[in-house]
C-alpha cells in the first residue's frame, strides 16, 4: 500500500487558495470601477422625432457636448406623440436621472410631468419649444415666430421688386407643431402687410411626402399662385419635388432650416431661401446648460440663438 504524500497535497491546497484570492481579488476590483461610474453625470432627454434631419442635427450636437463634459445621456423618441413622451419623462424619473433635456411635443402635454421632476429635484431644460411652465431651469432655442417674420420680410421685398407686389402665397406647414405654426403665423403677419399679397391656402407638410402632395394640390387649386413658404426642410424638398414633376418654373419657395440638399438646391436656384437655425449649437447648449443647472449654476431663463436668412449670396457659408 502507497503512503500518502503530504507533500503534494500542501503544495496543492496553497495553489487552490492563492488562486482563489487572486480571482477574489480581480473581481472586487471590477465591482470598484463599476462604483465609481455611478459618480459619472446621468442625462435624460426625450426629442420630439429622430426622423427629421433637425432633430437628426440636435441628437448630434447633444451627443458631441456628452461626451466632451464627460456625461452619460440616453435620448429617447416619442415619434411626435405626447402621451409617448409623458411616459418616457417618467421613466427618466423613475431613473432617477440628474438632469433632464424635453423637446417638447406640445406646449402643455409634458408640463405635469416636468414638474414632477422638477419638483423632485432634477433639473430641467427645455428646448425648440417653450413649454407652459415657468418652474424650468432654461428654455433654449429660437424665437420661431421672430424667424417666420423674418422669412416673410424677404418674401416681401421679393413680390415688391419682382412682382409689381402681388402675389398669391401658398403655406406648408406641419400643423400638429405649435413650433411650426409659430413660423407659419410669422410669415402670413408679415405678407398680409402687402396690399396685393394673399395668403391663398395653408396644408399639411410635416415631411416630404406629404409636402409635395399638398404642393401638387396648391397648383391645382390656384394656378396662379406665386410663393410657397414650407416651414420646415422636409417641407421645402418637397414642394421642391413636386414643381420639377409639375414643370412648374415661375413659383419660388421660402424654406425653413438647412441641409446639404437645402444648401444645393438654394445653389442651383430650385428654392428661393431658407432660415437656417444652428440645431447641432441647439443639442450642444442644452446639455452645456443642464450639466450647469446640475452642478448649482443659477441659468437665465431664456437662452436665444440666433437664426440666419440664407440665399445664393451666402449659401456657400452653409455647406
Known sequence: MKKFNYAVFFFLLTFILVACSEESSSNNETVEADNSSDDKINIGSTVITS?????????????????????????????????????????????????????????????????????????????????????????????????????????????????NGEADVGIVVWESSVTQKDRAQGFIDEVEKVPGAEVVAQLPGNDQETSLESTQSLLQSHPDLDIIFTTNEGGALGAKNALEISGEEDVKIIGFDITEQLATAIEDGSILATIAQRPKLMGE???????????????????????ELVTQDNVDEFK
Open 51 to 163: 426622423e427629421h434631419a433637425f432633430y437628426v442635427d440636435i441628437i448630434d450636437g447633444m451627443e458631441i457636448e456628452a461626451e466632451k463634459q464627460g456625461v452619460d445621456i440616453t435620448i429617447s423618441d416619442p415619434k411626435s406623440d405626447a402621451e409617448t413622451q409623458n411616459k418616457q419623462i417618467s421613466d427618466f424619473i423613475q431613473q432617477d436621472v440628474d438632469g433632464l433635456i424635453v423637446y417638447g411635443v406640445d406646449p402643455s402635454s409634458s408640463v405635469p410631468r416636468v414638474e414632477e421632476a422638477i419638483d423632485q429635484g432634477i433639473p430641467v431644460v427645455t428646448a425648440d419649444m417653450e413649454l407652459k411652465t415657468d418652474k424650468i431651469n432654461t428654455y433654449v432655442g429660437t424665437n420661431n415666430k421672430s424667424a417666420g417674420e423674418e422669412a416673410g420680410k424677404f418674401a416681401v421685398d421679393y413680390i415688391e421688386e419682382n412682382l
Open 285 to 307: 447648449t442644452t446639455v452645456e446648460s443642464v450639466v450647469a443647472a446640475i452642478e448649482g449654476e443659477e441659468l437665465d431663463s431664456n437662452i436665444p440663438l440666433s437664426v
